[in-house]
Structure formats: C-alpha cells, structure tokens
C-alpha cells in the first residue's frame, strides 16, 4: 500500500478509519438512548420489586464469596508489599494508614466494579441474548408485556444498589487480610490496627468512593443490558454479547474511575491523600 502523492492517508487506511469512528459513535448513541430509555421507564408504574429484589439476590448475595475472597486475598498481598517498602523508610507505623486508605479511596471500588462486571456483566448479557435469539422477548411482548420495563430496568437498578453494599464488603476483607499479615509479621493487636487503620479516614475519605461504585454498576447493567436486548445471530450473538458486555463495561469502569476520582479530589478536598 503506498501513499499518495499529497502525503495523505491512503484511502483504504482513511476508509478504515472513518468506520471505526462511525461504529463508535453509533454505539455511542445507541447505548445513550438505551439509558435515557431505562432512565424514563425506572419512574413510571408499575414498579417491579420481586423482579428487583431477585436481581439483588443474584448480582450481591451470589457475589459476596468472591468478593470476600478477592478483598482478603488483595489486602494481604497488598500489606506484605507495603510492608517491605515502609520499613526501608522507618515508617512501619504507618501500615495500617496505607492499607485502609488505598482500599477506601480507590482499590476496594475498582476491584469490585471489575469483579462483576466479569461475574454479572457476562450473566445478564448472556441471559438477555438467550432470550432475544429465542425468541422469549417477543413472546413476553405478544401478552401486552412491556419487556424492557421488565427485563432491563430492574437488572440496572439492582446493580447501582449491589455495588456500594459489596464494597463495603470488600473493605472489610481487605482490611481483615491487612490484619492477619501484620499480625503474622509483627504480632500487632487487633486494636491498636484498627486504631491506626482509621486514624486518617475521615467520612470523606470512605462514603464519596463507596457512592462511585454506583455509576460502575449503572454501567455494567447499562452495556450488558444493551448488547443483550439488542443481540442477534444466534448462539454466535449470545457468546458475543458475553464477551462484548464484560470488555466495553470493564473499559467504560476504569475511564469512569479516572472522571470519578478528579470529581471527588475537587468536590471533597479532604478525601484526597
């Protein structure tokens, strides 16, 4: 492929180009009217708690072991590391300090948002295609039913409520999995932990991060609602939509978290550290 004479792209390349940026911003329409759909539909009757309720159970209580297991797993590995850094400096002390306030402000959201954006974000995107290639949507809608009122909107806000109930859920596990770290390495009690845990964590510091994972799980039910209503093509559009939920909303997270953390340092100056 060569270039033209002007320096200018090739046209194939431009081509390319030119259509990636046109599927990306159609999907970014589409995914917009998809939420103002959602947003709409969430304030009109009938509401439905049972359907709401269920997801609740699904996306938090089946989520809590890995949650669990990951928090305790991430704080000790995190306690270990920081330890080894902190003594070079003297500053021991401060391992209970660093460990609550990397978990509180940044660590404990994330890993939460990307956690069910694996578990859940897979599940619904799965279950929604399942239904639409089978034909179940249609079927739903044939008895007058409106099947995004009651499919999409009650998966979206059972995850907004799930994600900050699990982090805090993580916190403690990281902070439980920090304790036994310490207390292995140093035999420190678990008091005086605590007491050095939370000097330094002000309300500000736990509640504005915690709240964030709620955006994480508007958009992890928000994509993968979206490529699960919308799938097509089968059983190969199932395992697409599978795939393409838990990689859009795992990437829509971490840019979200970057706006989110900003937004936080600037609304609440005490919580930066």
């Not at 270039?3 to 589409?30: I, K, R, V, Y």
């Not at 932990?193 to 991060?209: D, H, K, M, Q």
């Not at 799980?217 to 919308?230: D, M, P, R």
């Not at 971490?254 to 600037?266: H, N």
Request: aromatic fraction near 10%; hydrophobic fraction near 50%.
């Amino acid at each position: 492929m060569r270039a033209t004479g002007n320096g200018a792209l090739p046209t194939p390349m431009g081509g390319q180009l030119l259509s990636l940026l046109n599927a990306f911003l159609e999907f970014l329409g589409n995914l917009g009217l998809f939420a103002l759909r959602a947003a709409r539909r969430a304030f009109l009757p009938p509401f439905e708690w049972r359907m709401i309720c269920q997801q609740i159970d699904e996306m938090g209580w089946r989520s809590l072991p890995i949650i669990l297991s990951s928090g305790f797993a991430v704080g000790l590995v995190l306690t270990l590391h920081t330890r080894s850094t902190l003594i070079r400096f003297g500053a021991e002390s401060y391992i209970p300090t660093v460990q609550s306030l990397s978990f509180f402000s940044d660590i404990g959201p994330l890993v939460v948002g990307l956690l069910i954006a694996g578990r859940v974000g897979a599940g619904i995107g799965a279950q929604l295609a399942g239904m639409r290639v089978n034909e179940e949507i249609d079927a739903i809608e044939s008895f007058s039913i409106d099947s995004f009122k009651l499919l999409v909107v009650p998966r979206i806000l059972a995850c907004i409520m799930a994600l900050p109930l699990l982090t805090v859920f993580m916190d403690v596990a990281g902070l439980a999995g920090g304790f036994l770290a310490e207390r292995i390495s140093s035999h420190i009690s678990l008091h005086l932990y605590l007491n050095r845990a939370f000097s330094e964590v002000g309300w500000g510091t736990f509640i504005p991060p915690t709240l964030k994972t709620a955006v994480f799980g508007f958009i992890i039910a928000l994509v993968s609602s979206w490529y699960g209503y919308t799938a097509k093509d089968g059983s190969v559009g199932v395992g697409r939509a599978a795939t393409n939920s838990v990689v859009t909303s795992s990437l829509l997270i971490i840019i979200a978290d970057v706006i989110l953390v900003k937004a936080i340092f600037f609304l609440f100056p005490g919580s930066a550290v």
